[in-house]
């Protein structure tokens, strides 16, 4: 399992999406924080906590405020993540060959699986960043 692992970073490094995905996420949160224009998909904050926010000087408090609130355009690019780590596999039918190899199959969903959560934990990180 922790030959797949190494496998998908390796494949994940090694392709563009990967590096867009990452400068998205980076963009997007710097253009939160500098312009101070919070919200997102289906946010249903209270209209005084996204003026306040608006209006304020940003505060390190305010300003994870503003991006958890922003945060939820995230889960679109999360979907990406999806399809770099599983739809691959899937598509170029590479995942036979694993199989053959020696890994079994809930070590290989396993090893599929701890990839997508490192890549969404290493995007999340990624995005507060500029908040510090």
Not at 59 to 72: A, N, V, Y
Not at 85 to 97: C, D, L, M, P, R
Not at 120 to 129: K, Y
Request: aromatic share 12%; charged share 10%.
């Amino acid at each position: 399992m922790i030959n797949q692992l190494c496998a998908d970073f390796y494949r994940q490094t090694h392709t563009l999406g990967h590096y867009l995905l990452l400068i998205l996420v980076i963009l997007f949160s710097i253009v939160v924080v500098y312009s101070k224009q919070v919200g997102g998909v289906m946010v249903s904050a209270p209209v005084d906590v996204l003026e306040r926010l608006s209006t304020v000087p940003w505060t390190l408090l305010s300003g994870i405020h503003g991006l958890t609130i922003s945060s939820s355009v995230l889960m679109y690019a999360f979907i990406s993540i999806f399809v770099m780590v599983i739809g691959y596999e899937f598509s170029q039918q590479t995942y036979k060959n694993t199989l053959v190899s020696g890994i079994s199959r809930s070590g290989f969903i396993i090893a599929k699986l701890v990839t997508m959560l490192l890549d969404i934990f290493m995007q999340i990180v990624i995005f507060s960043l500029p908040e510090f």
